[in-house]
Each structure stands twice: as structure tokens, then as C-alpha cells.
């Protein structure tokens, strides 16, 4: 599907490449590299993001991105999101293209690939520009090997491939593999640690055998909470962050469970209750609705659903 995406990128002229909310670097990566392989073709290119671009990616950010913006005759083009509502508040008519490694939401695109096996997004746009038979620039690789390095937390998920990869990247890059560590290097600033620290306050966990689940809820950071309850001692985490006008699920997991259980596929069992869609990947998954009201019953549906994969009953702790 990629030489079909390769194709039709080479026919249209104007484009708005669009990515989630709060978007990471391996967003960030994928939007601007698609940018720079357009401008190589001569095309007009804008980068919009829904909300706000992370901490840690503004770091790989050199030119304009725009917030929430308003799309009016551009081909629209979609990376590292699954789901439309992690685009909201952008108002989009029509999606020609979806690149992305989630598990498949429902955006509706003219042309998508997307491949739950890759380990970034950003590995994905790596092999488009071959399609395009547009050579790596410097600046471009050092944004794959963020977003790669990243999205396989600093390569403790990579696979031999994804080592192949950045062997390739970084001999493109004027950046080597540490001074790349050190542009992900972020301290987290106190509205994220009080976020973090009040999610203790709101924290219900439960044991399923020699598994631990914990659920909470914060105002924001729900991503940052569900890792760092990882780190905790929790296998799974599950955040939520209620809002008046919708809810934001995060769940992570430990890699040690990915064979026993599949958040995204976890996650999808709640999209009804909360009137919304879910997407993500074994060990980290997502989901956005339009029912605050609802999260606790999405709770107790993905508690049920672990016991289920688990064959065991939860006692909570």
C-alpha cells in the first residue's frame, strides 16, 4: 500500500499533515519528515497538531507547527493516530491518508497503511521515502531515530530489524545514539508531578493471581500517570482524565505480559461504553469518548475483560 500512497502523494500539491493531541516525538518525527519528503517533491506542506505538542518532542521541533488548525482545500494526510477523536478539536471533511503502527481505529481515509507489527510510525515513513525514491537527509534521520528510539522505550522493545534501522539512520545522522538520548532526556515539570502525585489519592488496585492492576484518575498527564504507576510496581495501569465534554482513557502494561493479554484489543471492548474509539498496541493502548459519566463503568468492562484473559477473579488490594 505504500507505493499507492507514494503515488498519489506525487499527483496532489497542497497538504496538511495532521497528528494527535499532546503529540510525541514519534509524531512529531513522522509529520515533519513527511513534510521535508513533500518540499523535496515541490509540494506546499503544513503541520498541524490537535492541542498541544509534548515536552519532550518540542526538543525536535525547528519551524512551525500549527494548533488546532483550520483546514480548508488541502489534502489532508494523518500520522500515528488511530482514532478521530485524538484530533479533536481540528474539524476535517475528508482524510486521504492514514499512516500509522496502531492497531486500526475509524478514521476513514481514500488510502491507509497501517502496520500494528512496526515499532514507530516513524519506521513506516522511513520506507514511504524509499517509495518516493527521496534520499534520508540529515536533519530527517535524526527525527526517525527520535521517534524509533522513543516508541521502543530507548529500544527495550526493539526487534532486529528496528537495530538494522538505526544502524541505517544514524550513519545519515550528524547525531550519534547518545546525543539523541540526550535530546529525549526531559525533567517533568511540577504540573506533571503534582498530576502524578494526586493520582495516588484517587489509586483502586487490584490483584489477578501474581498480576497487579491499578486504575486512577488525574486531570491531565494520563499517559505520564500510567507509566509511572508501572514503575510503581503495577503491571497494568489504567488512567483516566475526565473532561466536561469527554473522557481520555491511558493503559501501559509491562512487555513480560504481551502474551498473555492485548490492551488495544482490551481497550476496543469499551468503545460503546464511553461513546467513543480506542486504538494503541499490546503493551500500550488508548482510547477517547464522548461520556465522562461512563468511565467507571470502562472500568470495571476492562477489569472484567483482564480477569477473563487471565482465568482468575481480582481481589481488590
Known amino acids: ?5 507514494a503515488d498519489f502523494l506525487k499527483k496532489e500539491d497542497d497538504f496538511f499533515v495532521l497528528t494527535h493531541h ?11 519528515v513527511l513534510k521535508g519528503l ?35 482545500k488541502e489534502t489532508v494526510v494523518v500520522v500515528d493516530t488511530s482514532a478521530p477523536e485524538q484530533l479533536e478539536p481540528i474539524g476535517i471533511r475528508d482524510v486521504a491518508v492514514v499512516i500509522d503502527h496502531h492497531i486500526a481505529g475509524n478514521i476513514h481515509a481514500k488510502l491507509s497503511h497501517i ?14 521515502s524509499k517509495e518516493l525514491g527521496i534520499e534520508i537527509k540529515s536533519g ?31 550513519e545519515k545522522s550528524d ?40 486504575f486512577t484518575s488525574v486531570g491531565s498527564f494520563e499517559a505520564s500517570v500510567a507509566r509511572n504507576l508501572l514503575r510503581m510496581g503495577s503491571d497494568i495501569s489504567i488512567v483516566g482524565a475526565p473532561k466536561k465534554k469527554g473522557v481520555r482513557i491511558s493503559g501501559r502494561m509491562r512487555w513480560q505480559m504481551k502474551e498473555k493479554l492485548n490492551l488495544a484489543e482490551i481497550f476496543s471492548g469499551i468503545e460503546k461504553i464511553i461513546d ?24 470495571k468492562s476492562i477489569l472484567s475483560q483482564i480477569e477473563e484473559k487471565l482465568g482468575e477473579k481480582s481481589k481488590e488490594l
Open 276 to 299: 467513543g474509539s480506542a486504538g494503541g498496541h499490546d503493551v500500550a493502548a488508548s482510547a477517547n469518548g464522548k461520556k465522562p459519566e461512563n468511565m467507571s463503568l470502562a472500568f
Open 140 to 170: 530527517m534521520a535524526t527525527l526517525l531515530l527520535g521517534g524509533l528510539i522513543y516508541d521502543t522505550a530507548h529500544l527495550r522493545r526493539a526487534n532486529r530489524d528496528t537495530f538494522i534501522l538505526v544502524a541505517e539512520l544514524l
Open 38 to 72: 513533500l518540499e523535496e517533491l515541490g509540494k506546499k506542506v503544513k503541520v498541524g497538531v490537535a492541542e498541544s505538542v509534548s515536552e519532550v518532542a518540542k526538543k525536535f521541533v525547528d519551524e512551525k507547527i500549527e494548533i488546532d488548525p483550520e483546514i480548508e
Open 22 to 32: 499532546n503529540a510525541d516525538v514519534d509524531a512529531i518525527a513522522s509529520a515533519l
Open 175 to 214: 547525531k550519534n545514539y547518545q546525543e539523541i538520548l540526550q535530546m529525549l532526556r526531559t525533567e517533568t515539570d511540577v504540573s506533571e508531578r503534582i498530576a502524578i502525585l494526586k493520582s495516588m489519592k484517587r489509586l483502586n488496585s487490584y490483584r489477578i493471581g501474581n498480576v497487579l492492576v491499578s
Open 115 to 128: 502496520d500494528p507489527e512496526a515499532n514507530s510510525c516513524s519506521e513506516l515513513i522511513y520506507q514511504l
Open 1 to 5: 500500500m505504500l507505493k499507492e500512497i
